[in-house]
Protein backbone atom coordinates (compact mmCIF):
# COMPACT_ATOMS: atom_id res chain seq x y z
CA UNK A 1 0.00 0.00 0.00
CA UNK A 2 2.94 2.23 1.04
CA UNK A 3 4.30 2.42 -2.52
CA UNK A 4 1.52 3.37 -4.40
CA UNK A 5 0.16 6.77 -5.19
CA UNK A 6 -2.35 9.37 -3.27
CA UNK A 7 -4.33 10.86 -5.44
CA UNK A 8 -6.32 13.07 -2.96
CA UNK A 9 -3.23 15.91 -3.01
CA UNK A 10 -2.63 15.84 -7.16
CA UNK A 11 -3.93 17.94 -9.97
CA UNK A 12 -5.11 16.65 -13.23
CA UNK A 13 -1.50 17.04 -15.04
CA UNK A 14 0.24 15.64 -11.67
CA UNK A 15 -2.33 12.21 -11.93
CA UNK A 16 -0.65 11.81 -15.57
CA UNK A 17 2.47 12.62 -15.43
CA UNK A 18 2.74 10.17 -12.28
CA UNK A 19 0.85 7.37 -13.59
CA UNK A 20 2.19 7.90 -17.36
CA UNK A 21 -0.90 8.53 -18.57
CA UNK A 22 -0.41 10.13 -22.02
CA UNK A 23 -3.76 10.82 -22.76
CA UNK A 24 -4.80 14.61 -20.41
CA UNK A 25 -8.55 13.93 -20.79
CA UNK A 26 -7.64 10.85 -18.19
CA UNK A 27 -6.18 13.06 -15.31
CA UNK A 28 -8.95 14.97 -15.60
CA UNK A 29 -11.76 12.47 -15.18
CA UNK A 30 -9.95 11.33 -12.21
CA UNK A 31 -9.69 14.36 -11.13
CA UNK A 32 -13.29 15.29 -11.15
CA UNK A 33 -14.82 11.70 -9.98
CA UNK A 34 -12.28 12.44 -6.69
CA UNK A 35 -13.59 15.45 -6.17
CA UNK A 36 -17.23 13.89 -6.24
CA UNK A 37 -15.87 11.76 -3.19
CA UNK A 38 -16.47 8.41 -4.65
CA UNK A 39 -15.79 4.91 -2.80
CA UNK A 40 -13.58 2.96 -5.32
CA UNK A 41 -12.39 2.91 -8.79
CA UNK A 42 -15.27 1.00 -10.26
CA UNK A 43 -17.41 4.37 -9.29
CA UNK A 44 -15.28 5.91 -12.06
CA UNK A 45 -18.04 4.90 -14.66
CA UNK A 46 -17.06 7.03 -17.86
CA UNK A 47 -13.49 5.10 -17.24
CA UNK A 48 -12.39 1.67 -19.12
CA UNK A 49 -12.30 -1.52 -17.04
CA UNK A 50 -8.44 -1.96 -17.75
CA UNK A 51 -7.64 1.94 -16.74
CA UNK A 52 -9.89 1.17 -13.74
CA UNK A 53 -7.54 -1.76 -12.74
CA UNK A 54 -3.93 -0.25 -13.45
CA UNK A 55 -5.23 2.53 -10.94
CA UNK A 56 -6.54 0.07 -8.33
CA UNK A 57 -3.01 -1.62 -8.73
CA UNK A 58 -0.88 1.69 -8.72
CA UNK A 59 -2.92 4.05 -6.56
CA UNK A 60 -4.77 4.86 -4.20
CA UNK A 61 -8.36 7.52 -3.31
CA UNK A 62 -7.74 8.17 0.27
CA UNK A 63 -4.80 8.16 2.07
CA UNK A 64 -6.72 8.10 5.62
CA UNK A 65 -9.63 7.16 6.80
CA UNK A 66 -12.58 7.86 8.88
CA UNK A 67 -12.13 5.87 11.86
CA UNK A 68 -15.38 7.38 14.26
CA UNK A 69 -18.18 9.72 13.77
CA UNK A 70 -19.27 11.46 16.62
CA UNK A 71 -22.79 13.48 16.44
CA UNK A 72 -23.89 16.29 18.93
CA UNK A 73 -27.72 16.64 18.90
CA UNK A 74 -27.70 20.16 18.08
CA UNK A 75 -26.36 18.64 14.45
CA UNK A 76 -22.98 19.01 14.89
CA UNK A 77 -20.62 16.02 13.67
CA UNK A 78 -17.34 15.43 14.57
CA UNK A 79 -15.13 12.83 12.45
CA UNK A 80 -11.86 11.37 13.65
CA UNK A 81 -9.78 10.35 11.04
CA UNK A 82 -6.61 8.49 11.01
CA UNK A 83 -4.04 9.44 9.12
CA UNK A 84 -1.50 6.24 7.22
CA UNK A 85 1.38 6.82 9.99
CA UNK A 86 -1.15 6.17 12.42
CA UNK A 87 -1.64 9.76 13.59
CA UNK A 88 -5.17 10.82 14.43
CA UNK A 89 -7.12 14.26 13.60
CA UNK A 90 -10.17 15.43 13.75
CA UNK A 91 -13.00 17.52 11.75
CA UNK A 92 -16.23 19.02 12.25
CA UNK A 93 -19.38 19.79 10.80
CA UNK A 94 -21.13 22.79 11.86
CA UNK A 95 -24.15 23.90 11.10
CA UNK A 96 -25.40 27.36 11.46
CA UNK A 97 -29.66 28.57 11.47
CA UNK A 98 -29.82 28.90 7.97
CA UNK A 99 -28.58 25.46 7.57
CA UNK A 100 -25.57 26.20 5.84
CA UNK A 101 -23.01 23.85 6.07
CA UNK A 102 -19.32 24.24 7.42
CA UNK A 103 -16.63 21.99 7.05
CA UNK A 104 -13.69 22.99 10.46
CA UNK A 105 -10.64 21.26 8.93
CA UNK A 106 -7.58 20.36 10.72
CA UNK A 107 -4.60 21.53 9.15
CA UNK A 108 -1.97 19.11 11.40
CA UNK A 109 -2.15 16.54 13.93
CA UNK A 110 -1.67 18.84 17.36
CA UNK A 111 -0.37 21.76 17.08
CA UNK A 112 2.84 23.33 18.68
CA UNK A 113 1.01 26.42 19.55
CA UNK A 114 0.42 25.77 23.45
CA UNK A 115 -2.26 28.20 23.90
CA UNK A 116 -3.22 27.48 27.51
CA UNK A 117 -6.89 27.56 27.13
CA UNK A 118 -7.08 25.05 23.86
CA UNK A 119 -7.01 20.88 24.35
CA UNK A 120 -5.30 21.23 20.91
CA UNK A 121 -2.70 23.19 22.08
CA UNK A 122 -2.02 20.61 25.09
CA UNK A 123 -0.84 17.90 22.54
CA UNK A 124 1.84 18.99 20.52
CA UNK A 125 2.67 19.14 17.27
CA UNK A 126 2.86 15.52 15.82
CA UNK A 127 3.35 16.90 12.50
CA UNK A 128 1.80 18.81 8.90
CA UNK A 129 -1.18 17.47 7.11
CA UNK A 130 -0.39 16.95 3.64
CA UNK A 131 -2.85 18.89 0.54
CA UNK A 132 -3.91 15.65 0.02
CA UNK A 133 -5.23 14.35 3.66
CA UNK A 134 -6.88 18.02 4.07
CA UNK A 135 -8.43 17.38 0.99
CA UNK A 136 -9.66 14.48 2.32
CA UNK A 137 -11.24 15.57 5.62
CA UNK A 138 -14.02 18.30 3.58
CA UNK A 139 -14.91 14.82 1.42
CA UNK A 140 -14.89 12.60 4.15
CA UNK A 141 -17.59 15.19 5.68
CA UNK A 142 -19.44 15.60 2.52
CA UNK A 143 -19.95 12.28 2.24
CA UNK A 144 -21.32 12.01 5.87
CA UNK A 145 -23.51 15.40 5.29
CA UNK A 146 -23.79 16.15 1.94
CA UNK A 147 -22.37 19.01 -0.16
CA UNK A 148 -20.99 22.00 2.14
CA UNK A 149 -21.18 25.60 1.72
CA UNK A 150 -17.93 26.75 3.45
CA UNK A 151 -14.52 25.56 4.70
CA UNK A 152 -13.05 27.25 7.74
CA UNK A 153 -9.33 26.42 8.83
CA UNK A 154 -10.01 26.28 12.67
CA UNK A 155 -9.53 23.13 13.73
CA UNK A 156 -6.20 21.47 14.73
CA UNK A 157 -2.96 23.42 14.70
CA UNK A 158 -1.72 26.48 13.59
CA UNK A 159 -2.74 26.99 9.91
CA UNK A 160 -0.24 29.55 8.86
CA UNK A 161 2.51 26.66 10.00
CA UNK A 162 1.28 25.13 7.04
CA UNK A 163 0.42 27.63 4.38
CA UNK A 164 2.30 25.88 1.63
CA UNK A 165 -0.06 22.39 2.41
CA UNK A 166 -3.42 24.91 2.80
CA UNK A 167 -2.57 26.70 -0.83
CA UNK A 168 -2.31 23.26 -2.53
CA UNK A 169 -5.57 22.10 -0.69
CA UNK A 170 -7.21 25.40 -1.47
CA UNK A 171 -6.15 25.00 -4.98
CA UNK A 172 -7.54 21.66 -5.36
CA UNK A 173 -11.12 22.16 -4.02
CA UNK A 174 -11.51 25.77 -5.65
CA UNK A 175 -10.63 24.24 -8.96
CA UNK A 176 -13.15 24.51 -11.49
CA UNK A 177 -12.73 21.10 -13.23
CA UNK A 178 -13.38 19.63 -9.63
CA UNK A 179 -14.89 20.52 -6.60
CA UNK A 180 -15.19 24.04 -7.66
CA UNK A 181 -16.00 25.71 -4.01
CA UNK A 182 -15.53 29.62 -4.21
CA UNK A 183 -12.40 31.00 -2.60
CA UNK A 184 -14.98 33.65 -1.00
CA UNK A 185 -16.61 30.70 1.51
CA UNK A 186 -13.11 29.92 2.52
CA UNK A 187 -11.44 31.29 5.80
CA UNK A 188 -8.51 30.85 7.71
CA UNK A 189 -7.76 31.36 11.46
CA UNK A 190 -4.37 32.13 12.79
CA UNK A 191 -3.62 32.63 16.64
CA UNK A 192 -1.47 35.44 15.51
CA UNK A 193 1.88 34.77 13.12
CA UNK A 194 2.27 38.23 12.04
CA UNK A 195 4.83 36.81 9.33
CA UNK A 196 2.53 34.54 7.97
CA UNK A 197 -0.22 37.10 7.99
CA UNK A 198 1.87 39.47 5.68
CA UNK A 199 2.62 36.10 3.56
CA UNK A 200 -0.95 35.60 3.19
CA UNK A 201 -1.45 38.90 2.21
CA UNK A 202 0.96 39.01 -0.22
CA UNK A 203 0.71 35.61 -2.09
CA UNK A 204 -2.82 34.57 -1.07
CA UNK A 205 -4.55 32.37 -1.78
CA UNK A 206 -7.25 34.71 -1.81
CA UNK A 207 -9.12 33.86 1.45
CA UNK A 208 -11.04 35.45 4.70
CA UNK A 209 -8.37 36.14 7.59
CA UNK A 210 -9.62 35.43 11.33
CA UNK A 211 -7.28 36.02 14.49
CA UNK A 212 -7.07 35.11 17.02
CA UNK A 213 -6.91 37.76 19.29
CA UNK A 214 -8.42 36.55 23.36
CA UNK A 215 -7.58 39.79 24.81
CA UNK A 216 -5.64 42.57 24.32
CA UNK A 217 -4.01 42.60 27.42
CA UNK A 218 -0.63 42.09 26.37
CA UNK A 219 0.90 40.83 29.56
CA UNK A 220 -2.19 38.43 29.61
CA UNK A 221 -1.90 37.08 26.39
CA UNK A 222 1.63 36.62 26.52
CA UNK A 223 0.51 34.15 29.51
CA UNK A 224 -2.73 32.99 27.72
CA UNK A 225 -1.05 32.37 24.27
CA UNK A 226 2.85 31.90 24.29
CA UNK A 227 3.18 32.56 20.64
CA UNK A 228 1.83 36.30 21.95
CA UNK A 229 5.84 36.67 22.87
CA UNK A 230 7.12 37.34 19.82
CA UNK A 231 4.40 38.37 18.21
CA UNK A 232 2.77 42.03 20.13
CA UNK A 233 0.20 43.32 19.91
CA UNK A 234 1.20 46.78 18.23
CA UNK A 235 3.00 44.22 15.31
CA UNK A 236 -0.27 42.03 15.22
CA UNK A 237 -2.67 45.39 14.59
CA UNK A 238 -0.30 46.70 11.91
CA UNK A 239 -0.15 42.92 10.24
CA UNK A 240 -3.95 43.20 10.29
CA UNK A 241 -4.15 46.65 9.25
CA UNK A 242 -1.57 45.49 6.37
CA UNK A 243 -4.10 42.33 5.10
CA UNK A 244 -7.17 44.46 5.16
CA UNK A 245 -5.84 46.84 2.72
CA UNK A 246 -3.89 44.80 0.68
CA UNK A 247 -6.84 42.56 0.37
CA UNK A 248 -9.65 44.72 1.08
CA UNK A 249 -11.25 41.94 2.98
CA UNK A 250 -12.58 42.79 6.79
CA UNK A 251 -10.82 40.46 9.44
CA UNK A 252 -12.79 38.65 11.98
CA UNK A 253 -10.71 38.84 15.72
CA UNK A 254 -11.90 35.68 17.77
CA UNK A 255 -11.88 36.33 21.86
CA UNK A 256 -12.52 33.32 23.46
CA UNK A 257 -14.07 34.68 27.00
CA UNK A 258 -12.56 32.89 29.99
CA UNK A 259 -14.35 33.85 33.62
CA UNK A 260 -12.50 36.73 35.40
CA UNK A 261 -9.28 36.13 32.88
CA UNK A 262 -10.84 38.26 30.45
CA UNK A 263 -14.07 39.51 30.31
CA UNK A 264 -13.68 42.57 32.96
CA UNK A 265 -14.80 46.03 32.07
CA UNK A 266 -10.97 47.05 31.25
CA UNK A 267 -10.68 44.04 29.10
CA UNK A 268 -13.05 45.16 26.94
CA UNK A 269 -12.01 48.99 26.56
CA UNK A 270 -8.64 47.59 25.94
CA UNK A 271 -10.21 45.15 23.07
CA UNK A 272 -11.86 48.29 21.45
CA UNK A 273 -8.94 50.54 21.54
CA UNK A 274 -6.80 47.51 19.80
CA UNK A 275 -9.82 47.87 17.32
CA UNK A 276 -9.64 51.50 16.63
CA UNK A 277 -9.05 52.51 12.62
CA UNK A 278 -9.22 48.73 11.73
CA UNK A 279 -12.51 47.24 9.68
CA UNK A 280 -13.00 44.03 11.72
CA UNK A 281 -15.71 41.79 13.14
CA UNK A 282 -15.21 40.80 16.62
CA UNK A 283 -16.55 37.41 17.21
CA UNK A 284 -16.99 36.06 21.13
CA UNK A 285 -16.90 32.40 22.10
CA UNK A 286 -17.87 31.86 25.66
CA UNK A 287 -15.11 29.11 26.19
CA UNK A 288 -16.10 25.25 26.05
CA UNK A 289 -14.84 23.44 29.14
CA UNK A 290 -12.32 21.26 28.61
CA UNK A 291 -12.06 18.90 31.94
CA UNK A 292 -8.02 19.26 32.04
CA UNK A 293 -7.93 22.88 32.10
CA UNK A 294 -7.82 25.43 35.39
CA UNK A 295 -10.37 27.44 33.73
CA UNK A 296 -14.15 28.30 34.16
CA UNK A 297 -17.02 29.55 31.33
CA UNK A 298 -18.18 32.76 32.01
CA UNK A 299 -21.55 33.86 33.20
CA UNK A 300 -24.51 35.13 31.12
CA UNK A 301 -24.40 38.24 33.26
CA UNK A 302 -20.26 38.40 32.27
CA UNK A 303 -20.73 38.09 28.48
CA UNK A 304 -23.80 40.04 28.86
CA UNK A 305 -22.20 43.05 30.12
CA UNK A 306 -18.98 42.14 28.11
CA UNK A 307 -20.91 42.11 24.28
CA UNK A 308 -23.01 45.45 26.05
CA UNK A 309 -19.57 47.23 26.16
CA UNK A 310 -18.53 46.53 22.70
CA UNK A 311 -22.13 47.63 20.94
CA UNK A 312 -21.93 50.83 22.80
CA UNK A 313 -19.02 51.43 21.11
CA UNK A 314 -19.98 50.64 17.90
CA UNK A 315 -18.15 47.23 17.28
CA UNK A 316 -19.47 44.98 14.71
CA UNK A 317 -19.37 41.82 17.36
CA UNK A 318 -21.11 38.91 17.47
CA UNK A 319 -21.81 36.15 20.20
CA UNK A 320 -21.01 32.62 19.17
CA UNK A 321 -23.79 30.18 19.69
CA UNK A 322 -22.03 27.41 21.62
CA UNK A 323 -22.19 24.01 19.19
CA UNK A 324 -20.75 20.83 19.63
CA UNK A 325 -19.56 20.82 23.05
CA UNK A 326 -21.49 17.15 23.99
CA UNK A 327 -19.03 15.83 21.93
CA UNK A 328 -15.95 17.49 22.32
CA UNK A 329 -16.24 19.01 18.66
CA UNK A 330 -16.78 22.96 20.05
CA UNK A 331 -14.35 25.60 19.41
CA UNK A 332 -10.95 24.93 21.49
CA UNK A 333 -12.00 20.96 22.18
CA UNK A 334 -10.48 19.35 19.02
CA UNK A 335 -8.43 16.41 20.58
CA UNK A 336 -11.22 15.48 23.48
CA UNK A 337 -11.94 11.96 22.41
CA UNK A 338 -14.07 11.19 25.20
Excluded at 213 to 231: C, F, I, Q, S, Y
Excluded at 284 to 301: A, C, Q, R, S
Aim: proline share 3%.
Amino acid sequence: MNDKLYLTGLFPEEICEKLNFSQKFRGKQIFQWISKGISSFEDMTNIDKNTRTYLSEHAVLYSSSVTKILKDPDGTMKLQITLNDGCAVETVLLTDREQRKTACVSCQAGCAMGCKFCQTGQLGLKRNLTPGEIVEEFLFLEKEAGQLDNIVFMGMGEPLQNLDSIRKAVSILTDKEGRNLSSRRITLSTCGLIKGIYDLADNGPQMRLAVSLTTADEKLREELMPVAKGNSLKELHDAIAYYIKKTGKRVTLEAALLSEQNTSRESAKELISFTKDLDVYINLIPWNPVPTLPFKTPTNNEVTEFLQILEKARLNVNLRTRRGVKIGGACGQLGKTD
